[in-house]
Each structure stands twice: as C-alpha cells, then as structure tokens.
C-alpha cells in the first residue's frame, strides 16, 4: 500500500490499544502481565507490515505463527473480569496491499472489543485509503488471473494439436484460417458501406512476424478505397517485410502478385499499383494458362 499517511493514522490508534492494555500497568496481576506482554509482543509484530512496511517481510511461516491463536488481554478498565480474546484474520498467502487492509481492520476490531475510542475522522480516512487499495488490487488481480487463464489455454491448445497431429504448422494453420474466412468485397451495414480484403488471396512472406498479421489486414483495409481495391480484388497479395524484399536482380520475387510492405506509405502504394497492375494483371493470367496445360 503505497500510501505514507497510512502508518501516520494507525500508531495513534496502536498507541491507545497499548495504553488500555500494556503489561506495566498490571505489576500487581502477575498472570495479567504475562499473558498481555505475549499479546502486546505479538500485536506489534502483526502490525508491523502497516508501520513499517519497507522494513518488514512477513512470510507465510511467520503469518502462520503469529495467527494460530487469539490475543489474549485484560484491560485496564475491566481489571477483574475474564481476559478479553480476539483473533487476527488467519491468511497463509497474501499481497502486502491485502496484508496491511486485514491487519488495519483486525486492529478497529480490536479497538471495538477493548472499547478503545477511535476518532470517526481517522477511521474513514483510514477505510478510504484501504478501500482504494484494495479496489486496484482487485483489478491487477483480474487482469492478471485473465492473462495466465488465456495463455494456459493457449498453451493448452497447442499442446493438444501437437498430440494429434506432429506435423502441425501453427503458422500455416493461422494463414490458412485468413484465406478461408468469410469474404465479400463490400462489408455492408447500415452506416457505411466499407471495402474488405479478400482474405482468400492474402499471403505473408516467411520474414513477416505472425503475431503481425491481424494488425497487417486492419491496415490494409482502411486504405483499400484510396488504394482503388476494386479494380484488383481478384488478385492475390503478398506481404513483405519491406520493398527490398519484393525483387531479385531487377525482377519481382512474386511475378502475378500484388506486393505489399507491412509498413507502407499510402501513397507510395498507390503509385506502385498505378505503374505495375497491369503487368501483374498478365503474370497472373500466363500462370493461370500454364496452370490448365
């Protein structure tokens, strides 16, 4: 708990717990100081995380051990009656943040059983602090449960495809999954009427980062308009880690394919299809030809 009023707010309130119940007050109860001078020790060992947090490191071992009973105190105010006992929240594993919010409430509970007045004031401050805490810990937690879950099954996944089949191309497989989906060449709706990639004819070089691919196809579309999709729909794409990649000695690496960087200028694109198109419209034609022979 990343907060320095928090220690600031609590000694006052362990000052008066202390003041109710510390064993010098009690010379004449040998029984009494005894059993309150191991409570107090304890008291002040459990509250250490809260006043000292950058100095103290509980482990579960030592957690354990300062919880596996209840405090035992005789009060001041009630000399003659039965001790009073209240039991610290038992917790094997925990954050610091939820370490210091448990231990903070326990000591207001304390406060209440040996009817120790606490200042209104201090205590809502007090929930507050903790009370925000808490909330962004409870987030990071499920953000963080939510992403060990994903990549479990992720793992999870790829194990059982490896298992049923060794020869597995997981890259292959995504490939193939971005050809097969559904394509029209219009996206309708009721808003606008938006271009989409035939994702049928859409192939990556092998230097292409897979994990590249999804965001590679949103790009793509958002400037199929300006790039006149329409007029080349029909013709397959292959995408490039750059331009330097797309020839060899003067001639194109993927004759009868559009080439596309994954990182291209708009309108270097569109000057690119403006001179080529037509004469990767031809190599595709003269494969398709020797494709029927």
């Known amino acids: 708990m990343k907060n320095t009023k928090l220690p600031a707010l609590v000694k006052p309130i362990l000052h008066a717990v202390l003041l109710r119940v510390h064993p010098d007050f009690f010379v004449h109860q040998p029984a009494a100081k005894a059993a309150n001078l191991r409570s107090v020790q304890r008291l002040q060992d459990l509250m250490a995380p809260v006043l000292t947090p950058s100095e103290s490191s509980e482990s579960p071992q030592q957690s354990r051990e300062l919880t596996c009973k209840p405090l035992e105190f005789v009060s001041r105010n009630k000399p003659t009656t039965d001790p009073v006992l209240f039991e610290f929240?038992?917790?094997?594993?925990?954050?610091?943040?939820?370490?210091?919010?448990?231990?903070?409430?326990?000591l207001l509970g304390l406060c209440n059983i040996l009817e120790v007045d606490t200042p209104q004031d201090s205590v809502n401050e007090i929930e507050s602090i903790i009370g925000q805490a808490d909330r962004q810990h409870s987030k990071a937690s499920t953000i963080e449960t939510l992403i060990k879950l994903r990549m479990a099954r992720l793992r999870e996944a790829r194990e059982n495809y490896t298992r049923s089949n060794p020869g597995f191309d997981m890259h292959a497989a995504l490939k193939n999954e971005l050809r097969n989906a559904d394509w029209s060449p219009?996206?309708?709706?009721?808003?606008?009427?938006?271009?989409?990639?035939?994702?049928?004819n859409i192939f990556f070089a092998a230097n292409v980062p897979p994990n590249k691919y999804s965001s590679i196809i949103k790009h793509i579309e958002s400037q199929l308009p300006k790039l006149q999709y329409g007029q080349w729909y029909n013709l397959p794409i292959m995408v490039v880690a750059s331009w330097k990649d797309a020839s060899k000695g003067g001639a194109s690496r993927y004759p009868g394919f559009v080439i596309i960087p994954d990182k291209f200028k708009t309108q270097e694109l569109v000057h690119y299809l403006e001179s080529n198109i037509d004469e990767i419209r031809q190599e595709r034609n003269k494969k398709n030809t020797q494709k029927r022979r």
């Not at 094997?92 to 919010?101: I, N, P, W």
């Open 89 to 106: 929240s038992r917790h094997s594993t925990r954050t610091l943040v939820q370490l210091q919010a448990q231990r903070t409430r326990d």
């Open 186 to 200: 219009y996206l309708d709706s009721s808003k606008s009427r938006q271009m989409e990639l035939n994702r049928r």
